[in-house]
């Protein structure tokens, strides 16, 4: 089992620019939450996709946005960045409700 | 706004001692995870407390909630440096896997 999967692993950016993180859920789960952590903080939620809606949002602009697809995968798209974006961005995947399983992330650092 | 508070923070403690790191929240829950982070990697699920008085063991770890004083605490026995991590605990309140985490607690155990 694959467990959930995430692209890129690293990425640099600039301010201003735009990004977008894939991420493959755990087979079997149908729910796909993102998550930020950023550097000595615990994870703060984003926001949660099932059945290709988005389903709850954390405190976050709408300049964080999201998709899921047919096959349950799901993007996280940030446009117009600033530096206090930089951090690890988790994707978790569930059966549902329960218990998350989380991908090993994906560190942006915004320049 | 849901507050989930940790403490110690940080945790530097002896191998073979004894230790307890308390989780406080603010609002009513039946649902607390505990999660383990090594450097640079995801998160790790350890234990899933779904009851009052639930209380969960693996190894030298074990778990303990009491809904009604909003309280978890995870108890380390005789400590191994192996157990060097970060531990955070998170609550969901709207049980669908919108997670709350607290800031984390840094254990680092000496050898």
């Known amino acids: 089992d694959a467990g959930v999967t995430q692209s890129p692993t690293h990425l640099i950016k600039t301010r201003g620019q735009q990004v977008t993180l894939r991420c493959s859920p755990k087979?079997?789960?149908?729910?796909v939450s993102w998550y930020q952590q950023a550097l000595g903080q615990g994870p703060q939620f984003i926001f949660q996709?099932?059945?290709?809606?988005?389903?709850q949002r954390g405190n976050f602009p709408d300049r964080f946005s999201g998709h899921q697809f047919p096959n349950y995968s799901s993007e996280l798209n940030v446009n117009a960045l600033l530096l206090g974006d930089s951090a690890l961005y988790l994707c978790?995947?569930?059966?549902?409700?329960?218990?998350?399983?989380f991908g090993a992330g994906s560190r942006l650092t915004v320049l | 706004e849901l507050k989930v508070e940790q403490n110690p923070l940080f945790l530097s403690m002896q191998e073979g001692k004894n230790y307890t790191i308390y989780c406080n929240y603010s609002?009513?829950?039946?649902?607390l995870y505990w999660y383990r982070q090594d450097p640079g990697k995801s998160l790790e699920s350890l234990f899933v407390?779904?009851?009052?008085?639930a209380v969960k063991q693996e190894g030298r770890l074990m778990a303990s909630l009491d809904t009604k004083a909003r309280l978890s605490t995870l108890h380390i026995t005789a400590a191994v440096h192996d157990l060097s991590a970060t531990y955070f605990c998170?609550?969901?309140?709207?049980?669908?896997?919108?997670?709350?985490f607290g800031s984390g607690t840094k254990l680092n155990v000496k050898p």
């Open positions: 978790a995947s569930s059966p549902g409700t329960f218990v998350l399983t």
């Open positions: 087979s079997g789960h149908d729910t």
């Open positions: 996709y099932y059945e290709e809606e988005e389903r």
């Open positions: 609002t009513t829950s039946d649902r």
């Open positions: 407390l779904l009851s009052n008085g």
């Open positions: 998170a609550v969901d309140i709207y049980n669908f896997n919108k997670f709350y």
